[in-house]
């Protein structure tokens, strides 16, 4: 997560959600499918930033009409 602001006419379409949120390190499973968070609640939508891949970076929307940059800092593969 940065402390990056994404302005509203920045972002892009909804690409999903947060599926499972907890904040215990037991149940951050590599075996978990899906958006998992540590910080958003479920049900937090995730939204592409126009001009910028998913691959790279989302916005999160922390509160309704506000956005913050999430930045994916290694690829996910099925080790992590």
């Given amino acids: 997560m ?3 602001i994404i302005e509203r006419e ?3 379409e909804l ?3 947060v599926d499972k949120y ?3 390190e037991k149940d951050h499973s590599s075996n978990y499918s899906g958006n998992f968070s540590n910080i958003y609640e ?3 939508e995730l939204y592409e930033i126009e001009g910028i891949s998913r691959a790279h ?3 999160v929307e922390y509160e309704i ?3 913050v940059k999430a930045i994916i800092e290694e690829e996910w593969t099925e080790e992590n």
């Fill in 2 to 4: 940065t402390d990056e």
């Fill in 42 to 44: 479920s049900g937090t």
């Fill in 15 to 17: 690409i999903g959600e």
């Fill in 65 to 67: 009409g506000h956005y």
């Fill in 57 to 59: 970076a989302i916005a």
């Fill in 22 to 24: 907890s904040d215990e």
């Fill in 10 to 12: 920045e972002v892009g």
